[in-house]
């Protein structure tokens, strides 16, 4: 694609680097078929081409974001579906990047969308305010049809994402936790803010399979949230001060006792740890650190896989629906490994049709655009019942929390069942009765 950026543009490191990923697009529209957006409105402007057309018109002439371009990028989900099919390899997840920070700069949304986008910006980072709301949308979880009826679709949606019953708090850093028997690798672990909240058992089934496995755990002081729920929603200061918190709680670890990894539970956070190199790359203080914690990061289960004498005493034969969030699949490119170590551990693993497309979580995009999403959950559940699953395993706890709002079947964490068969606890949503995570 020819683009017609000035000089003066391109001295802007963000625009010079727009201007490469825009090159590099060859408008074949291969991306539109797998974009779920696209797949399910039709309109070339919600593909990833067409946002693309909006960006570089948008960026190339130095204009604002409008109300009539701002929508469509508002209805990308961010699952980077279009990069896995891109042959041109078009870094789609850099430019819509850069367009959300632009559209946060330059456009005044409508209040009420201004209030709700503060408060998550606000509450969803920080574990303790989190608590408080989740504690609230549990009380008013009831009244969410009467919230609809009066059109706050939004605030319906948020409270039928609530769980049912608050789960017990998690560890939180700093903590060291010892492995049992011979020391063979030190990992930090990162407690996350969502995630801490709302499955804690999760990070606490990952400490237990590592330490079981001779692998010392740290949770860093001073670690806070990864930083991509404000990044996706372009604030972008917001995003960089959660990346440098993290850079140095990490880069203590690294010069002091020495880290082998730096684990992500939750895959929406680990794309994004993975991506600090990038995010702080012209950074003079910070970019040689932010590459360093970037290359040291990996999924939970890319580490877990790597683990030769993986110490197995219960073989659970379950047929396990393996949900490929869009993080983890698209984002990161990881798609064996979770299977593989789950197989591994003696489940029997199935791949959902159309494992490709999106479950509708991504990040806050299932509180900001309830419709889409619920559309895309429904989708999915029902691909996810064409294999007839004892459970469904997901790596992330957005999807976790999405697909369990639309099926009964129990859906956790694939480390949740690894810990399980190597002989940790049952996972607490196949125990309950109606097999919801909560
Ligand atoms: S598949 Fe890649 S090159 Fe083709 S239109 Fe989409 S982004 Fe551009
Ligand atoms: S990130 Fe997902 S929703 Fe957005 S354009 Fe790409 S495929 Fe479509």
Redesign the pocket.
Known sequence: MQTSFTLAQLADPDVAEADKILR?????????ATCPTYVLLGDELDS??GR?YLIKDMLENDRPATAEIVPHIDRCLSCLA?MT????G?H?MHLVDHARAHVEDTFRRPPIDRALRALIARVLPDPDLFRWLVRAAFLAKPFAPLFDLVGATRIAAMLRLAPGKLPPRGARAPRVFPPEGERRGRVALLTGCVASVMTPQINAAAIRVLTRHGIEVVLAEGETCCGSLVHHMGRHAAALAAARANIDAWMREIEGAGLDAILVTASGCGTTVKDYGYMLRTDRDDAERARRVAELARDVSEYINGISNLKTVYRPRLVVAYHGACSLQHGQKITREPKEVLSKSGFVVKDVPDGHLCCGSAGTYNMLQPQLATSLRDRKVANIARVAPDVIAAGNVGCITQIAAGTAIPVVHPIELIDWATGGPMPGALRRPNGRSD
């Not at 099919?85 to 041109?88: L, Q």
């Open positions: 590099a697009c060859v408008h074949c529209g291969f991306c539109t990833p081409r693309i279009c099919t891109c042959p041109s078009v789609y």
